[in-house]
Nanobody, 121 residues
Framework: QVQLMESGGGLVQPGGSLRLSCLASGNINVIRDMGWYRQAPGKQRELVASIRRGGDTNYADNVKGRFTISRDDARNTVYLQMSSLKPEDTAVYSC???????????????WGQGTQVTVSS
């Protein structure tokens, strides 16, 4: 059993910064991929950023240069540092991991509940 808990969302002014955290807990052995998705009202969910266990990162074009994803494997935590925030960044941000649980030979996907990020003056 795996649980993901996001934190750090809230209200921020345009141009401001916010740091999201996602803590994975439960019967985890190794986390392969970690990522952040977001969904704004009336829009489809989109991948914001992802990071592989080896450290390779991938970003959506509209956040590249402003957002930074990182991970702390000792704490089973992934972060999303968001800077130069724009109103169009407003969305529910959800954490996702692909991981091996203890005793498993294949990975499974897990999702957090999401945290609201609102960028407004």
């Amino acid at each position: 059993q795996v649980q993901l808990m996001e934190s750090g969302g809230g209200l921020v002014q345009p141009g401001g910064s916010l740091r999201l955290s996602c803590l994975a807990s439960g019967n985890i052995n190794v986390i392969r991929d970690m990522g952040w998705y977001r969904q704004a009202p009336g829009k489809q969910r989109e991948l914001v950023a992802s990071i592989r266990r080896g450290g390779d990162t991938n970003y959506a074009d509209n956040v590249k240069g402003r957002f930074t994803i990182s991970r702390d494997d000792a704490r089973n935590t992934v972060y999303l540092q968001m800077s130069s925030l724009k109103p169009e960044d407003t969305a529910v941000y959800s954490c996702h991991i692909n991981a091996w649980v203890k005793g498993a030979t294949s990975t499974q996907n897990y999702w957090g509940q999401g945290t609201q990020v609102t960028v407004s003056s």
